[in-house]
């Protein structure tokens, strides 16, 4: 029993027994106290000349948060329901058809302070599931004058640059979280509204609310872990050499033909990224 102890032992006790509370609580899953929807706009490639929609939404905890595509988590659950369950592939895409959403073209998750504080999670799928951390970044950002409404709140604008895309962003201060869409965040305010001043990324809020949600996890998959660079080359070459982007996977060449049955030649693409990890690579 600690009370037994000497007291200089007991003294050197509680300390360790605050840390291991800490780290236990680190490890549960995060309560979910706001749930923000937004739509999104997104140039897949550069030579795209129309914008991918989708619905995102971000999960705000008491200690972290998620951002996420709608419409990927929804046929990910089905997925995951249908194979749990012994279903094959037709089973899938039959339930997809009736309960489903359009496949999204950007199925990643940003995950904020997760699974510590100070540390952003990534996660993606190009053919495998993909996972990198890195430390969170203390964006700068300018004031500017202007403000608007955006779902009932009234916003500032600010603006930054953030890995090689300016973006101006519209801030409620009536919702006082330093968060918002994609990586973005630390204004005195919620972010409702995020445009790549290109015009190549749109994040519009649509609704805001609070709820009894699903707590913030990570789902439990087979992650295949690799660093920033490593994901934005991986990118990059998915669309600019598909055969050796493949390869790379580790699957075999799946040689595709048209309808006259003349083999398909994949015309190089350069990928749209969200951000540009070095000068090198912009």
Known sequence: MISSLPFNKRYRILPLCFICLQLSAQNMPDSVVLRIHYTSQMRFTEEQNYLSPDEKILDIGKHSSHFYSRWAERNVDIADSIFGQGGKLEDYLAAKEKNGFPNSKTPFNVFKNYPIKNVLTYTTREL??????????????????????????????????????????????????????????????????????????????????????????????????????????LERLSLKD???????????KMPGFDANGKPLVYKPRIRCLLEYKSEATK
Do not use: H
């Open 128 to 233: 495998k599931d993909f996972l990198y951390e890195e430390s969170m970044v203390t964006t700068k950002w300018e004031m500017l004058m202007g403000d608007t409404t955006i779902a009932g709140y009234p916003c500032k604008k600010a603006k930054t640059v953030f890995r090689g895309r300016t973006w101006l962003v519209w801030y409620a201060m009536d919702i006082p979280y330093y968060d918002g869409p994609w990586k973005l965040c630390g204004l005195p305010g919620l972010i409702l509204k995020a445009d790549d001043v290109k015009g190549d990324f749109m994040f519009n809020c649509i609704g805001i609310e609070k709820g009894d949600f699903k707590p913030i996890v990570l789902r439990n998959k087979k992650y295949v872990k690799c660093t920033p660079e490593e994901m934005e080359e």
């Open 242 to 252: 598909p055969d050796a982007f493949v390869a790379k996977m580790g699957y075999p």
